[in-house]
C-alpha cells in the first residue's frame, strides 16, 4: 500500500538535508559572526555556482522552559516563561564576484520579533552587502549591529547562558541602519589592532522616520597576543581550550545625534529628541578552558527627562552597568559559569528607575559546539541593591534551554 503524506518530495529532501547538515558541522564548525557574511560551504547548506554565485543557508532554534518569582519572600513560582525564543533563517554568500557579499537574517518567534514590547513585528533583523577589499579590510552598507559592546555583537546563538546581562538590556547600542567599516592592523609578533566604525540613523533597526540627526560609533580591538582560536574573542566560553593566553581588550564610543528613543537605537519614543553619548570598555581572556570577561557601559546625555504637552513624560536611562562573567570547561562538552552583574542610574532618575543587581550560576553541555547545546541557569535579582531577600520585585529565576541549528 502507498503512503501519501502530503508534503512535496522536494521539501522532505531539505529536511533531511538541514537535520545531516547539523551533525555533518561537528567537523567543521566555524564560529557564527554578526559583523560579516559566511561563506564557508562547510556550514549550513550552500548551493554554488561557479564563482557567480552563492547562498549558504542555515537555521537555530532556541526553545526555552523557565520560571520566576518577583515576590522575594519565598520560592514559589509567581509566572512560567515557555516559548520559542528565537527562530532564526540566516542567509550569507556572495553575487558576481566573492568580494561582493551579503548577509541577512530573519526572525519569526514573537519575542525575537519585538512583538512582547510592542504592536509591531519586526521580523527583519540584518540585510547588508559588503564590499571585501583584502582579508584585512571591508565595509558594509544596509542594517546590522553597531560595533557595541562585546555581548552584544557576539551571537545569541554563541552565548553561555541564556540571556544577555541586565546591563547589556539597559546600555546596549544594538542594531542600525548605515555605513559600517571593518580594518585590521597587525602589529609586533602575533599582535593585532581591530578597528571598527559606523555612520548610522541613529533610530535602530526598521525605522520608520528619520530625522537630519546620525550616530557616530568608533571601536578599539586590541589582542596582544594574536587571534583566538576559531574567532573565540566573540565566542562565549573557551570550548576551543586555548593552548596559549589569548586577550582581547576593547573600547567603544558611541554619539547619537537627535535621538528619538529612549535608548537610542531601542525603547520607547521620547517626546523630544536628545543626544546620547556612549561609552564600553571590556575585555575577555582565555586559556586552557577557562574564560573570564568583563564589560562597562555608560550612557549620558544633557538632559535625560523629555515631556509633551499634556505634562506626561519619557526618559533616556542614563547612568552605568558592570558585567562580569567566569567560566570553566569541566571536561571537554561540560561548562559551569557565573555571572555577576548591575545597572546604577544617574541621580535624576532615580525617583524613576530602580538600580538592579543579578547573580546567575549556568550549566552547558555542548553536543555540537554552540550548535547544539542545553543550558541550565538558576539565580537571583536584587531590585535596588538590598541585601534582603525580601526587597521589593527582587525574586529567583530559572532557565532550562535548548538550542539546535545548523
Known amino acids: 500500500m502507498k503512503i501519501t503524506t502530503g508534503i512535496p518530495k522536494c521539501l522532505l529532501l531539505l529536511i533531511f538535508t538541514l537535520i545531516v ?22 556550514e549550513g547548506l550552500g548551493f554554488q555556482k561557479d564563482s557567480l554565485f552563492l547562498l549558504n543557508l542555515r537555521f537555530r532554534i532556541q526553545n526555552r522552559a523557565g520560571y520566576n518569582n518577583i515576590r522575594g519572600d519565598n520560592f514559589s513560582v509567581d509566572m512560567y516563561d515557555m516559548k520559542v525564543r528565537r527562530l532564526r533563517l540566516r542567509l550569507d554568500g556572495y553575487v558576481l564576484n566573492p568580494k561582493i557579499q551579503y548577509y541577512i537574517q530573519m526572525a519569526f518567534s514573537r519575542s525575537d520579533m519585538d512583538l512582547e514590547s510592542g504592536s509591531t513585528a519586526q521580523a527583519l533583523r540584518d540585510a547588508i552587502v559588503y564590499y ?9 552598507f544596509g542594517q546590522s549591529k553597531l560595533p557595541g559592546n562585546r555581548q552584544r555583537v557576539v551571537s545569541s546563538g554563541n552565548l553561555q547562558f541564556a540571556d544577555r546581562s541586565i546591563a547589556n538590556a539597559f546600555f ?6 548605515g555605513i559600517f567599516g571593518y580594518y585590521t592592523q597587525p602589529l609586533m609578533e602575533e599582535s593585532l589592532l581591530m578597528i571598527k566604525g559606523a555612520i548610522s540613523t541613529g ?9 537630519d540627526g546620525f550616530a557616530y560609533t568608533g571601536r578599539l580591538e586590541f589582542l596582544p597576543f594574536g587571534k583566538f582560536l576559531n574567532n573565540g574573542d566573540y565566542s562565549e566560553g573557551d570550548i576551543q581550550f586555548e593552548q596559549k593566553p589569548k586577550l582581547s581588550i576593547a573600547a567603544t564610543v558611541s554619539r547619537n545625534h537627535k535621538a528619538i528613543r529612549a535608548g537610542g537605537q531601542t525603547g520607547l519614543v521620547l517626546y523630544e529628541d536628545r543626544n546620547l553619548n556612549s561609552l564600553i570598555i571590556d575585555g575577555v581572556f582565555k586559556y586552557a578552558g577557562w574564560a573570564i570577561s568583563s564589560e562597562y557601559m555608560k550612557r549620558s546625555t544633557a ?26 570547561m569541566v571536561s571537554r562538552k561540560s561548562e559551569l559559569a557565573i555571572r555577576y552583574a548591575f545597572i546604577t ?10 538600580d538592579i543587581d543579578e547573580l546567575l550560576l549556568g550549566f552547558t553541555r555542548y ?27 527582587s525574586g529567583v529565576t530559572g532557565t532550562f534551554q535548548v538550542e539546535f541549528g545548523i
Open 21 to 42: 547538515s547539523a551533525f555533518n558541522g561537528a567537523f567543521a564548525q566555524k564560529v557564527e559572526s554578526d559583523e560579516r557574511a559566511l561563506i564557508n560551504t562547510n
Open 132 to 140: 571585501t577589499f583584502s582579508d584585512r579590510f571591508y565595509v558594509g
Open 172 to 177: 546596549n547600542i544594538d542594531r542600525d541602519f
Open 203 to 211: 533610530q535602530g533597526r526598521n525605522a520608520f522616520n528619520n530625522n
Open 303 to 328: 538632559n535625560p527627562i523629555t515631556e509633551n504637552a499634556e505634562g506626561l513624560t519619557r526618559h533616556v536611562y542614563v547612568g552605568y552597568g558592570i558585567n562580569n562573567q567566569v567560566s570553566k
Open 345 to 354: 542610574t544617574e541621580e535624576q532618575l532615580q525617583s524613576l528607575e530602580a
Open 367 to 393: 553536543l555540537n559546539g554552540h550548535r547544539i547545546k542545553v543550558q541550565a541557569n538558576f539565580g537571583y535579582r536584587w531590585v535596588e541593591r538590598t541585601s534582603s531577600i525580601e526587597g521589593l520585585s
